[in-house]
């Protein structure tokens, strides 16, 4: 079955390093997404997607890269980690206009 | 996007229907109403979405008012695998972000 992983579950790193999260999906869409979770602010979007080679930043986008090679992934990277970027990732998934956003299962995120 | 208000909480009895308001006053004409709901630790899930007339699938309905400044989404027999946090997010036709409110948290009781 098509589905949407994210690589690792949980995270442990310290502040300073960088950081690269996978988003991997199989149903061939062409829009994907990164949010965090954080108590107290629901989702919030960093990064998105619209197809290979397109990226745009998302309300909380400091901090963080993207880049598109292939339909199948979208990486997050923090470029060097900070400690307000504690937090749980989603990353999602559309085929087109007006449908829904498949996500993934998250990652935890902890930088001391 | 326009806004939404939903209540932080609610409870409801394990069978029961569970009805979920949401306020969308500033909605325009072009802008979808989408309802995800989000259980613990999990990524949030689709459940259903409309313009102008109600909808109903296998998870649930959704009543958007004629003037469409509020919804409801109804669950008609809720269980206790449906507490969950439910976000009500207005969208405009053709845009692909979500922009997540803070939700209701719905508990259901047994």
């Known amino acids: 079955d098509a589905e949407i992983t994210q690589s690792p579950r949980h995270k442990i790193t310290e502040t300073g390093r960088q950081v690269t999260l996978a988003c991997h999906q199989t149903w061939n869409h062409n829009n994907m997404f990164w949010y965090r979770q954080d108590l107290g602010h629901g989702l919030r979007l960093i990064h998105y997607?619209?197809?290979?080679?397109?990226?745009n930043k998302g309300e909380v986008s400091d901090g963080y890269s993207v880049s598109r090679s292939n339909t199948e992934d979208l990486p997050l990277t923090l470029e060097s980690a900070a400690s307000s970027q504690t937090s749980v990732y989603f990353c999602?998934?559309?085929?087109?206009?007006?449908?829904?956003?498949?996500f993934g299962p998250g990652t935890r995120l902890t930088v001391l | 996007d326009a806004k939404t208000t939903q209540p932080p909480s609610m409870d409801c009895a394990e069978g029961r229907a569970a009805n979920l308001p949401c306020n969308h006053s500033?909605?325009?004409?072009?802008?979808?109403v989408y309802w995800y709901r989000q259980i613990h630790s999990q990524g949030p899930q689709y459940i259903i979405h409309g313009l102008k007339n109600n909808e109903t699938n296998e998870m649930a309905s959704l009543i958007i008012t004629e003037d469409r400044k509020s919804s409801t989404l109804i669950l008609p027999h809720a269980t206790l695998r449906d507490t969950a946090v439910y976000y009500c997010?207005?969208?405009?036709?053709?845009?692909?972000?979500?922009?997540f409110g803070q939700g209701t948290r719905l508990t259901i009781n047994p």
């Open positions: 500033t909605i325009s004409g072009n802008e979808y």
């Open positions: 999602a998934s559309s085929p087109d206009y007006y449908n829904e956003q498949f």
């Open positions: 997010i207005v969208r405009a036709q053709g845009a692909q972000k979500l922009v």
């Open positions: 997607s619209y197809g290979v080679q397109d990226t």
